[in-house]
Nanobody, 118 residues
C-alpha cells in the first residue's frame, strides 16, 4: 500500500502563486509516475501535469508556461509550482502515483482545494 499526503492548497488572488506537494510513503518501491489531476464541480477529472522517474514531463495546454512539475526521487515527493493563477484554475487537485511492481497500480491522494479569487 502507498499513502499519499498532499499539501499546499488554499486561497490565492488571481496572478498569485501556489506550490503543491505530494509525498508518497509506504511501499514506494518501483514508483514510475507521479502527477497532478484536477476536478471542478460538474467537470471531468483532467490531467494537469505529470512526470516519470526518468524526468519526462507532460502538461495540459492550460498549464504550459505557468505551471512546473518536479520530482525528488530521494524524498518520493512531487511538486507542482503554479504561477500566474487564474480563476479557471479553481478545482480540487489530486496527486496520482503509478507503481509498476508487483503489478501496475494507481494511487490517489485525498485532494487539496485550490481557489483563485479576488
Amino acid at each position: 500500500q502507498v499513502q499519499l499526503v498532499e499539501s499546499g492548497g488554499g486561497l490565492v488572488q488571481p496572478g498569485g502563486s501556489l506550490r503543491l506537494s505530494c509525498a508518497a510513503s509506504g511501499n514506494i518501491f518501483s514508483i514510475y509516475y507521479m502527477g497532478w489531476y484536477r476536478q471542478a464541480p460538474g467537470k471531468q477529472r483532467e490531467l494537469v501535469a505529470g512526470i516519470t522517474t526518468g524526468g519526462s514531463t507532460d502538461y495540459a495546454d492550460s498549464a504550459k508556461g505557468r505551471f512546473t512539475i518536479s520530482r525528488d526521487n530521494a524524498k518520493n515527493t512531487v511538486y507542482l509550482q503554479m504561477n500566474s493563477l487564474k480563476p479557471e484554475d479553481t478545482a480540487v487537485y489530486y496527486c496520482n502515483v503509478i507503481k509498476l511492481a508487483p503489478q501496475r497500480t494507481d494511487y490517489w491522494g485525498q485532494g487539496t482545494q485550490v481557489t483563485v479569487s479576488s
